[in-house]
């Protein structure tokens, strides 16, 4: 399974290559599938993601949402703008302080994402009951601690991409 990659992986158990093998299958498919959806909604795949986050968390200023995303705020900048010119999102002041601009989902926009959604949900809990509440907290676990990983390596190369410029 090692077939394309530069890796060597001579200690790890079968399991362990297998379950290497599903995760980058896994995380090519999901990128995929969100272009997909991004297409339809005419944006790309990064600000559709952007906007999920901002969906989920509300209001947040371009600072918050570089935070959130793991983006350089030059970048979010950018995508928050294509999000207000496709009507996505919009700016308004901070009602704590009138200096800062935050965003937020345009209202009734997410009406057209969700439904795109709705079928990989049902999936995804059909998925989900396989499992007990035990084997579904160690699932939890190991997504956690990829999710955490996977920021802690933009940062890498955020950092590394900043000292290339020095």
Do not use: W
Not at 56 to 81: E, K, S, Y
Not at 118 to 140: F, G
């Amino acid at each position: 399974m090692s077939r394309g990659n530069s890796f060597e992986f001579n200690d790890l158990t079968p399991s362990q290559h297998a379950l290497l093998y599903e995760l980058r299958q896994n995380s090519a498919r999901a990128v995929m599938l969100h272009q997909l959806i991004s297409e339809k909604l005419g944006l790309n795949a990064t600000d559709h993601k952007c906007l999920d986050f901002l969906n989920r968390t509300g209001p947040v200023t371009a600072g918050q949402l570089a935070q959130l995303t793991g983006l350089t705020t030059g970048a979010v900048t950018n995508v928050i703008d294509r999000l207000e010119q496709a009507g996505y999102v919009t700016r308004d002041k901070d009602p704590n302080d009138r200096r800062r601009v935050v965003v937020k989902p345009a209202e009734g926009r997410s009406a057209q994402i969700s439904p795109l959604f709705q079928s990989v949900m049902q999936s995804t809990l059909q998925i989900l009951s396989r499992y007990d509440e035990q084997q579904t907290a160690l699932i939890l676990e190991f997504i956690r601690a990829c999710n955490e990983m996977t920021l802690a390596e933009m940062e890498k190369l955020k950092s590394q991409a900043d000292s290339d410029v020095d």
